[in-house]
């Protein structure tokens, strides 16, 4: 290559590294990160509510699996009194209790309380184990929604 092309091409090359970006240039970035954020944040944030509640469902099913063994070795399901701590300790010497039935300590619900239960439970179930949802208050919608397990 020519020496005179070698050269043009130097200078092209060093021109470019000493422009830097206008401040226009920068405002027009930062206005559309602003923008995607707005717009993508708060959907981001409804799928993390989405999937609380879905492992809120998930760790009772757990809970009723290890419910269902404590009954089928005890005949019966632990009271209200005793709660589920009876899963992972033998509450009272029950007769027949062969656990810890679960198969870690006893998870709180997704938002860092415990979860309720009741035996016996309301409409002739055997029991109620539920989670109160964000607020920790009964009812509410969306992430304050109860999750009550089937």
Do not use: C
């Not at 043009?8 to 060093?14: A, G, P, Q, S, V």
């Not at 206008?22 to 559309?32: G, K």
């Not at 300790?89 to 979860?115: C, F, H, I, L, R």
């Amino acid at each position: 290559m020519p020496g005179h092309m070698r050269a043009r091409i130097r200078r092209w090359l060093d021109a470019g590294r000493r422009r830097g970006f206008t401040l226009l240039e920068l405002l027009v970035v930062l206005l559309i990160i602003a923008l995607l954020a707005g717009y993508v944040g708060p959907r981001l944030f409804g799928e993390v509510g989405k999937a609380k509640t879905k492992t809120a469902a998930s760790q009772m099913k757990s809970i009723a699996n290890a419910l269902d063994r404590y009954r089928l070795d005890t005949g019966r399901f632990p009271t209200t009194e005793t709660g589920l701590a009876a899963l992972m300790t033998n509450q009272g010497n029950v007769t027949g209790w062969d656990g810890p039935y679960m198969s870690s300590e006893m998870p709180a619900d997704p938002w860092g309380k415990p979860y309720v239960y009741r035996s016996p439970g309301d409409g002739g179930k055997d029991y109620d184990l539920m989670t109160l949802g964000a607020d920790g208050k009964p009812g509410g919608t969306g992430e304050d929604q109860d999750v009550v397990s089937k």
